[in-house]
T-cell receptor, first 115, second 110 residues
Framework: EPEVTQTPSHQVTQMGQEVILRCVPISNHLYFYWYRQILGQKVEFLVSFYNNEISEKSEIFDDQFSVERPDGSNFTLKIRSTKLEDSAMYFC?????????????FGPGTRLTVL | GNSVTQMEGPVTLSEEAFLTINCTYTATGYPSLFWYVQYPGEGLQLLLK?????DKGSNKGFEATYRKETTSFHLEKGSVQVSDSAVYFCALTGFQKLVFGTGTRLLVSP
């Protein structure tokens, strides 16, 4: 069964460093998403991406964040200068359509720890 | 804006007990509703969904009915197992993004 994969599973970084989180969405999906979950809190939407551009972003997704689909398979989230409060689990998801009738498939997540 | 409210956890039950986790929502338009489950150390998995009023989603013995009149989507299971111990998230989408509730931790003891 096709699945969304994410690498690395755990990333530890120093405050102020850049990190890139990688995701491989399901191959025939067209919409891609990043969510984050701070420990013990709810899952929050960060950004959605379609046709090589951001289609929606939350207020969390400020200028320190960027997303890219550098090739036909990968979808990345870059945090330019990490802060302590960026420590969270980051989930990538993909879906076939945008209207919500089809499922968003989630990856296993990358746990980011900023020291 | 759209929002989801879930009952506080943890919910602690004995095996074979009946489960209800309450979920209510606020939304413009007619969102689709979902229950996702997160097992310890894992990502989010779709448990069930309903795309219009009065639809009943079901999977693995879990059920939830889309109630437009009460804006609710309560999760139920007739007989829980230890393996059902996880965090359950109610969510909705009207356009693209999922909006999640805070999650309810379920602990089932033998």
């Amino acid at each position: 069964e096709p699945e969304v994969t994410q690498t690395p599973s755990h990333q530890v970084t120093q405050m102020g460093q850049e990190v890139i989180l990688r995701c491989v969405p399901i191959s025939n999906h067209l919409y891609f998403y990043w969510y984050r979950q701070i420990l013990g809190q709810k899952v929050e939407f960060l950004v959605s991406f379609y046709n090589n551009e951001i289609s929606e972003k939350s207020e969390i997704f400020d200028d320190q964040f960027s997303v890219e689909r550098p090739d036909g398979s990968n979808f990345t989230l870059k945090i330019r200068s990490t802060k302590l409060e960026d420590s969270a689990m980051y989930f990538c998801a993909s879906s076939l359509d945008r209207e919500g009738y089809n499922e968003q498939f989630f990856g296993p997540g990358t746990r980011l720890t900023v020291l | 804006g759209n929002s989801v409210t879930q009952m506080e956890g943890p919910v602690t039950l004995s095996e074979e007990a009946f489960l209800t986790i309450n979920c209510t929502y606020t939304a413009t338009g007619y969102p689709s509703l979902f229950w996702y489950v997160q097992y310890p150390g894992e990502g989010l998995q779709l448990l069930l969904k309903a795309t219009k009023a009065d639809d009943k989603g079901s999977n693995k013995g879990f059920e939830a009915t889309y109630r437009k009149e009460t804006t609710s989507f309560h999760l139920e299971k007739g007989s829980v197992q230890v393996s059902d111990s996880a965090v359950y998230f109610c969510a909705l989408t009207g356009f693209q993004k999922l909006v999640f509730g805070t999650g309810t931790r379920l602990l089932v003891s033998p």
